[in-house]
């Protein structure tokens, strides 16, 4: 029976760089670096956000971008701060898509390797009650 998410791994460019911004955006706590080692494909460095290990190695960037993407829940108070977070490493931020009432706020930017993030402010049981209600609304 599947627990539950092991880790997610992203290939980076460059390890010094995106632990910047793993570090300055989600307070990740980085817990372990490979250094000049391999000890899997390439040099790696291993992160906990809250309980979630992040893991990353060093390899070629995306080529292109896409919707793809790890969504963060956030709280709708802390919104603000986070968008100031990603606006100051002067990140591509996304527009955001057209929303329904109800189903939170999001915050879309992509990293220098071209991983689309996203920060959500809402959960599962808003978004699909938000989306009841505009069924309701629009049905009449």
């Known amino acids: 029976m599947i627990q539950g998410i092991s880790h997610i791994t992203f290939i980076v460019k460059d390890l010094e760089k995106m632990t910047k911004l793993l570090v300055y955006i989600f307070d990740a706590e980085e817990i372990y670096s490979?250094?000049?080692?391999?000890?899997?494909?390439?040099?790696?460095?291993?992160?906990?956000?809250?309980?979630?290990?992040?893991?990353?190695m060093q390899g070629d960037s995306l080529t292109e971008k896409t919707y793809n993407h790890v969504a963060f829940q956030?709280?709708?108070?802390?919104?603000e701060l986070y968008a100031t977070r990603v606006k100051s490493m002067d990140l591509e931020v996304k527009e955001g898509r057209s929303r329904v009432e109800g189903e939170g706020r999001s915050l879309y930017f992509?990293?220098?390797?071209?991983?689309l993030f996203e920060l959500h402010t809402?959960?599962?049981?808003?978004?699909?009650?938000?989306?009841?209600?505009?069924?309701?609304?629009a049905h009449k």
């Open 34 to 56: 490979s250094g000049e080692q391999t000890f899997s494909i390439s040099k790696e460095k291993f992160f906990l956000i809250n309980d979630l290990w992040i893991a990353i």
């Open 74 to 79: 956030i709280t709708e108070e802390d919104y």
């Open 110 to 115: 992509y990293d220098y390797d071209n991983h």
């Open 122 to 137: 809402g959960t599962l049981n808003q978004r699909l009650q938000s989306y009841l209600s505009n069924k309701a609304i």
